[in-house]
């Protein structure tokens, strides 16, 4: 029996060992699981979104619409985004990400499938709203989800990992949808969403046992009704203003404003807020959410304005522009992974501040000497993607980390509203230009550099006094 002790005790222990070993395994499979999930969710929002308006000239050919009112099918698209996204962050949190992720692909799918099936620009516009909604479930949920199931690697480096597929959409869609414009015609552009639709609803499906819920978050359908309200009307009022008459812009402006107005009011009364209360009193919070939105402009500006500028002055085909601006979305996809890192090193706060610090001079740069050189505009715009890839994992991170696991859903959607509110309110300044005089844009596209400029400069501005007021911020990292 002695004899037998030591080889019970070292059976013992190789059993142990085999246990953590298959607990590590399938560690790394949810993780994997959850990366490939929430990065599938967020890719397909922002390819289809390139694809759409690559798509929009052969689209009214097919439909026999003009310009305007295929246009529609864009801006209803990205405005139910804006205005559900955050009711949608929510209901993550109660329901469980990953169950709100899967619900996302779904519904997305079904959507690009009736798009793809339309025969009329009505059931397209109808099928494009109901598909916005499918997005805005996977852009509340994507980021939570990355957050709440993953273990096996620090948080930072998997939302850098979810930071590149976001800097992809931008960077594929025009291309995909160039792609298969020209060989398959316009139905592909919505069923090439299926394959990926199924891949994520399947790995959300494997994932649900780990969903994390939490049945005591309340979701009021009277303040939620109304932030849909309001959002939906000041955001279809800023990206298509200029095609209304000043009745309909003033009938949007006062529901819009009435529905904010009454979700305020609700939400600064209620015992369970939507948006929880501690997170918008910390100073920092704000400071990271603002520069979110000011992002939000520049970026609106920056992919807005090139082609036109390289269109009118130095006569480039649509080919050539799109290599041009091709080098933002670049410079997003190959720093985002290593932004991960270097937070883990040097902490969000840096970090966001040197990716500002980044962007910021780019736009300076253009704002001063209107880069009248053509060959200066590839290495400028690869900078300003360059420093948003910095500041994107960082600024992630410390949102997810200022709140708790029940509350992942909500601030990650909050972030993705205030981009996409950043997004309406620079393209309302870019469309103000558009809708110029060819001989009044030159004057006035200095201008709107400088605006691009000053929102910027005020975002990184409130990072810097919040590392100054809060040293742990400088140098805060997210495990």
Known sequence: MNCARPWLFYADRMELAHTVSQERQQFVQHDRLALFAGSAGIFLSTLDSGIMNVALPSLCTAFSCDFHAITLAVTLYMATIGSTIVFFGRLADRLGQVVLLGAGFFLFGVASAGCALSTALIPLVAWRALQGIGAAMMQGSAAAAITTIVRGMPIPIALGIFGTFLGLGPVLGPTVGGVLLSTVGWPWIFWINLPICAAGAYCTFRLGAYARRDRTIAISPLRNVSLMIGAICLLFLMQSWSSHEWRMSSLLATVGASGLAVFVRLETRAVKPLIPRAFLRSARNVATLWIVFCYGVAFAILFLLPPLFFGERYHLAPWQIGCICFCAPLG??????????????????????????????????????????????????????????????????????????????????????????????????????????????????????????????????????????DTNFVSENTR
């Open 332 to 469: 997003i996809a190959f720093t985002s992974r290593i932004a991960g890192d270097l937070t883990l090193r040097f902490g969000t706060g840096r970090m966001m501040i040197l990716g500002s610090i980044f962007s910021t001079g780019a736009l300076l740069f253009i704002a001063i000497t209107h880069a009248t050189v053509l060959w200066i505009w590839p290495p400028l715009l690869l900078l300003f993607g360059t420093g948003y890839g910095i500041y994107q994992t960082p600024n992630l991170s410390s949102l997810m980390q200022a709140v708790t696991k029940s509350e992942q859903g909500i601030a990650g959607a909050i972030q993705r509203m205030l981009l996409n509110l950043g997004n309406s309110v620079g393209g309302a300044i870019a469309a103000l230009l558009l809708g110029l005089q060819a001989s009044e844009r030159q004057s006035s596209l200095s201008i709107t550099w400088w605006f691009a400029v000053l929102f910027l400069s005020t975002g990184l501005a409130g990072l810097l006094l919040c590392c100054r007021r």
